[in-house]
């Protein structure tokens, strides 16, 4: 194994890791707001490290600049649809 | 490789337990959430089974645009059923035994065929591979869907164009006047993301000629483009729009029929291209089929022929 694929394997761990807290966050927080914090939060972050880790391991430009494009619009769509459901549990005083 | 037999264990326990754990909720939302998520995993499934096409298919159009079309049905009923204990009666036990006499049988009859099947199972890929170079394409799935079984798709799009049309007659465009607005920041994602939404649908529907892709793919795409501004208000259907909406609608049908009876008029079969220009004709096809199913499916979200004189909207 090259030194890149053990750092690419590194990160791809490290971005799993945030997965993990945060599924773990989202199943044990009390309310809509703190389940939502852990999840857009870690899940964002997670992502980027998946994208950077799988990136690494194509050493492809085209293929690097998707992973960077799909990572930019999953963290746009869910920060938007976490910002949604926020308001909506806060409207309808399903916040707690 | 051991790793991988792990994952497809893994993969088919998840989408038996989404399938039964969609059919056991209780609260039709979670049961809508579920049956998404399961549409996830059967494309993640189609991806293993080497079936890309499938997959893009699956996750547009099967988890994506069935969802939004669901979780707005589930809005209506919720509307509606307030007081209405008829709608959430159990069904009776007689039916109950029916139904499950019924899948036991199908299930049967499903095992049957598999046990059944000749090995090696009678395959058309050898045929459709040896005769792609006259197809026009390169990806052998659009070659059989746009050029060698091209009718079967023909009738697919009419299934679509009777579906909005009888959508279109039965639905109640009132019903929907007090969805909650989405606000300024849904304005703004959908302003990032929508214009790149179009150049996605038309990357699809190119990549469709060489690649998994083409017009279904395509369509759902810039179906949830419509979707998006319906959701955010930012295109309000009046009665206005009617005629337009009805003439793309048809255009596939018409577009499609259309190029069959060209066919016809040049001396070849019914849908049998020139081969030397069967690219071109396969993707203006192809091009009407995505505008087409597009505003199908955004006019089967809306759901009803739109009856609204046009207003000013002021608050984003």
Known sequence: MTPLEILAIGILFAGLGFFVAGTVGMLRFPDVFSRLHALTKADNLGLALIALGTALLTADTSVTLKLMLIWFFVVLASATSGHLIARHALRSGQGS | ?316
Do not use: C
């Open chain 2, 1 to 316: 490789m051991l790793l991988w037999l792990v994952f497809d264990l893994v993969l088919i326990g998840a989408i038996v337990w989404l399938a039964w754990a969609a059919l056991a909720a209780r609260d039709g939302f979670e049961m809508i959430v579920l049956f998404m998520v399961l549409g996830l995993f059967v494309a993640l499934a189609w991806v293993r089974l080497q079936a890309p096409d499938v997959a893009l298919a699956e996750a547009a159009v099967g988890s994506g645009i069935t969802g939004a079309l669901l979780l707005k049905t589930w809005r209506h009923r919720r509307g509606r059923a307030a007081g209405d204990a008829a709608a959430d009666a159990r069904p009776s036990r007689a039916l109950g035994f029916g139904v499950m006499g019924l899948v036991t049988v199908l299930t049967g009859m499903l095992a049957a065929v598999l046990v059944l099947i000749p090995r090696p199972a009678p395959s058309l890929a050898e045929t459709v591979f040896a005769n792609l170079a006259v197809s026009g394409v390169d990806n052998p799935v659009t070659a059989v869907l746009l050029n060698f079984r091209a009718y079967d798709t023909l009738l697919e799009v009419v299934v679509l164009f009777a579906v909005v049309v009888v959508v279109w007659l039965l639905g109640d465009a009132e019903a929907d006047r007090r969805a909650p607005r989405l606000g300024s920041i849904f304005f703004g994602f959908a302003r990032l993301v929508l214009p790149v939404m179009v150049l996605i649908a038309g990357y699809l529907l190119w990549l469709g000629g060489f690649a998994p892709g083409g017009a279904f793919q395509a369509g759902a795409v810039l179906g949830a483009v419509g979707i998006v501004l319906l959701l955010g208000r930012l295109y309000t259907p009046t009665a206005a729009d009617r005629l337009p909406a009805r003439l793309v609608f048809g255009l596939g049908t018409v577009g499609f029929a259309g190029a069959g009876l060209a066919t016809l008029a040049l001396g070849n079969a019914f849908l049998g291209y020139p081969p030397e220009a069967a690219k071109t004709w396969i993707l203006v096809i192809e091009a009407m089929l995505t505008v087409s199913i597009a505003a199908t499916l955004a006019g089967l979200f809306f759901g009803a022929a739109p009856s609204g004189r046009p207003t000013r909207e002021s608050d984003r």
